[in-house]
């Protein structure tokens, strides 16, 4: 099983940053697609940003393309989310997701517990 834990979060005035950290456990990380999702009260989960195994590819949604970067750090066995010039909008739960791809093309996806993203204006 692939463990999961959010760091990072908190309290910030808009146009501010954080730094979302993800620590991963059990089995092979290097081969998990990862990403961060958010969701705010009364919404679906929506996705934000996506890195492949290598690093080489990622992927964000049209609201943070631009102002947040996904990472990776292998050797470390962790994921960022460098988030600048946030926006009351941005206000959410964000979640880490690690998402390992069967035989067959089944997908198992992981989830942390969540970290609480607070943007006042």
């Known amino acids: 099983q692939v463990q999961l834990m959010e760091s990072g979060g908190g309290l910030v005035q808009a146009g501010g940053s954080l730094r979302l950290s993800c620590a991963a456990s059990?089995?092979?990380?290097?081969?998990?697609?990862m990403g961060w999702f958010r969701q705010a009260p009364g919404k679906e989960r929506e996705f934000v940003g996506g890195i492949s195994g290598t690093g080489i590819n990622t992927y964000y949604s049209d609201s943070v393309r631009g102002r947040f970067t996904i990472s990776r750090d292998n050797a470390k066995n962790t994921v960022v989310l460098q988030m600048n010039s946030l926006k009351p909008e941005d206000t959410a739960v964000y979640y880490c997701?690690?998402?390992?791809?069967?035989?067959?093309?089944?997908?198992?996806?992981?989830w942390g517990q969540g970290t609480q993203v607070t943007v006042s204006s």
């Open positions: 059990g089995g092979t990380f290097s081969t998990y697609a």
């Open positions: 997701n690690a998402r390992i791809i069967q035989v067959l093309g089944y997908v198992n996806d992981y």
